[in-house]
C-alpha cells in the first residue's frame, strides 16, 4: 500500500482486489480531507489501522470481503460525520460499542458477517438511522431490547428469522420494509409490529399466503409480492391507500375484483408478473389514476380487455413477455390511449397487429416491438406494418 502523506487533498479513495496486501499504511490518516474510503477484496488483510479513525471527515466507509479481519478500531466514534457504514464478508466477532456514537449515521448495511453473533446495546443511540440492512449474518444472539430509533425508515432483511429477533421497535418506527427469504412459508406474528409502513417488499418464493394484517396498513403505499407460491388471493383482498402494486405470483391464476373496489382512486402503477394468469379482468379500465401498466411474461394472457382504452392517463404499457398475444387490434385500439408515451411489446412473438399504433405515435417516447433482437426468435409482424409504423415514426426500416 503506498505512503498517502503526499495526497493531502485526497476527498475519494477507492482500492480493490489487492489480494496479495497485507496492511495498509499508516499515513492514511493523514488524509484529512477524505469524505469516501471504499475498499473490498482483501483476501490476507488480519487488520485496519487505528489511523483510519483520524479521517473526521469521512462520510462513507465500505468494508467488503477482508475474510481475515478480525476486528475494527475501537475509535470508530472519532468519525463523527459518517452517514454511511458498509461491512459485508468479514470475520468480526464484534462491533465495538464506540459505534453508538455515530451520531450523523443513517445507514448501516451489515452482509455476511457469519461470525457476528449479536450487536452491542449501544446501537440504542443512532438515533438517526434511516436504513438498516442485515443480510446473512447470524444475530440471533440480539440483545437491544428496549431500543427506539426514532428515525428509522428502511429495513432490508434476508430472512424472515429476523423479524423474530429484531426489536420491535425496529418494525414500528420502520416506513419500509424488504424481507427477501428463499425458504419462509409463512411470515412470523412479529411482523404485525409495523404501523407506519408505506412501502412494502416481500421476495419470498416459497411463501403460501399474504399476511392478514396487510389490509390494515393504512399508510401503505408500495406493495410488491415477489413470491412464486402464493396461494389464490384472498377475495376480500383489499388496499385502500395503495398507489403502487407489482404481484410476481407462478401459481396465481385470477385477480379478485374486491381488488377494484379497494384502490381503484389511488392505483398509479400496476405490475403482473404471473405466468399462469388465465385473464385479465374487467376492472383494471375502472382504475382511472393509472400510469404505469404492465403485463410481464403473463404467458397464458392471449388479449387485452377492451377497457383498458378507458385508461385514458395512462403513460406506459408494457406487455414484455406475453408469447400468446396475436392481435391487439380486436379488444385495443391504441390510438384511445391519448397519454401514452411508452409501449412495450417485446417478446410477444405472435403479435400479428397493433391497431391504431399509426395514431398514437405523437406523443410516443419509446416503442418497443418484437423482432429478430428478441431472444425467442423472429417477429410476426406483417412488413405492411413495420414500414407504417417506421414511415410514422420517420425511421428507416
Keep these: 500500500m503506498p505512503d498517502f502523506s503526499n495526497m493531502p487533498h485526497l476527498e475519494t479513495l477507492e482500492f480493490s482486489y489487492c489480494a496479495s496486501l497485507a496492511e495498509v499504511h499508516e499515513s492514511i490518516g493523514q488524509l484529512t480531507k477524505l469524505k469516501y474510503l471504499i475498499s473490498h477484496q482483501f483476501l490476507n488483510l488480519e487488520k485496519l489501522p487505528d489511523a483510519i479513525c483520524q479521517l473526521t471527515l469521512l462520510q462513507t466507509l465500505h468494508i467488503k470481503q477482508f475474510p481475515r479481519l478480525e476486528s475494527l478500531p475501537e475509535r470508530l466514534r472519532n468519525l463523527n460525520l459518517l452517514n454511511t457504514l458498509e461491512l459485508e464478508e468479514l470475520a468480526i466477532t464484534s462491533i465495538p460499542s464506540s459505534i453508538g456514537q455515530l451520531i450523523k449515521l443513517r445507514e448501516m448495511y451489515l452482509r455476511k458477517l457469519d461470525r457476528l453473533p449479536s450487536l452491542p446495546d449501544s446501537v440504542s443511540s443512532l438515533n438517526y438511522l434511516q436504513l438498516f440492512n442485515v443480510e446473512g449474518t447470524d444475530l440471533k444472539g440480539i440483545k437491544i431490547d428496549g431500543v427506539d430509533l426514532m428515525d428509522i425508515e428502511r429495513l432490508e432483511i434476508s430472512s424472515c428469522n429476523y423479524l423474530t429477533v429484531l426489536p420491535a421497535s425496529f418494525l414500528k418506527k420502520a416506513r419500509s420494509l424488504c424481507v427477501t427469504d428463499g425458504t419462509a412459508k409463512e411470515l412470523p406474528e412479529s411482523i404485525e409490529a409495523v404501523e407506519n409502513i408505506e412501502q412494502l417488499s416481500l421476495r419470498c418464493k416459497n411463501l403460501m399466503a399474504l399476511p392478514d394484517w396487510l389490509p390494515y396498513q393504512k399508510n401503505l403505499e408500495t406493495f410488491e409480492a415477489d413470491c412464486e407460491s402464493l396461494t389464490p388471493i384472498n377475495k376480500n383482498f383489499s388496499?385502500?391507500?395503495?398507489?403502487?402494486?407489482?404481484?410476481?405470483?407462478?401459481?396465481?391464476?385470477?385477480?379478485?375484483?374486491?381488488?377494484?373496489?379497494?384502490?381503484?382512486?389511488?392505483?398509479?402503477?400496476?405490475?403482473?408478473?404471473?405466468?399462469?394468469?388465465?385473464?385479465?379482468?374487467?376492472?383494471?379500465?375502472?382504475?382511472?389514476?393509472?400510469?404505469?401498466?404492465?403485463?410481464?411474461?403473463?404467458?397464458?394472457?392471449?388479449?387485452?380487455?377492451?377497457?383498458?382504452?378507458?385508461?385514458?392517463?395512462?403513460?406506459?404499457?408494457?406487455?414484455?413477455?406475453?408469447?400468446?398475444?396475436?392481435?391487439?387490434?380486436?379488444?385495443?385500439?391504441?390510438?384511445?390511449?391519448?397519454?401514452?408515451e411508452k409501449l412495450r411489446l417485446g417478446g410477444c412473438r405472435l403479435l400479428e397487429d397493433v391497431q391504431g399504433i399509426e395514431n398514437a405515435t405523437q406523443n410516443m417516447e419509446e416503442l418497443v416491438l418484437p423482432g429478430p433482437y428478441d431472444s425467442i426468435g423472429c417477429s410476426c409482424l406483417s412488413n405492411d406494418f413495420k414500414e407504417q409504423v417506421f414511415k410514422e415514426l420517420a425511421l428507416e426500416p
Design 239 to 340: 388496499l385502500g391507500s395503495i398507489e403502487s402494486l407489482s404481484l410476481c405470483c407462478a401459481v396465481l391464476e385470477e385477480l379478485p375484483a374486491a381488488m377494484a373496489e379497494s384502490f381503484v382512486e389511488n392505483l398509479k402503477s400496476f405490475t403482473l408478473r404471473c405466468k399462469n394468469l388465465r385473464a385479465l379482468p374487467e376492472w383494471i379500465g375502472s382504475l382511472k389514476n393509472l400510469k404505469f401498466l404492465k403485463f410481464e411474461a403473463c404467458q397464458c394472457i392471449t388479449e387485452l380487455p377492451l377497457c383498458i382504452s378507458n385508461l385514458s392517463r395512462l403513460e406506459e404499457l408494457s406487455l414484455n413477455g406475453c408469447k400468446r398475444i396475436r392481435d391487439l387490434g380486436k379488444t385495443l385500439d391504441i390510438s384511445n390511449l391519448k397519454s401514452l
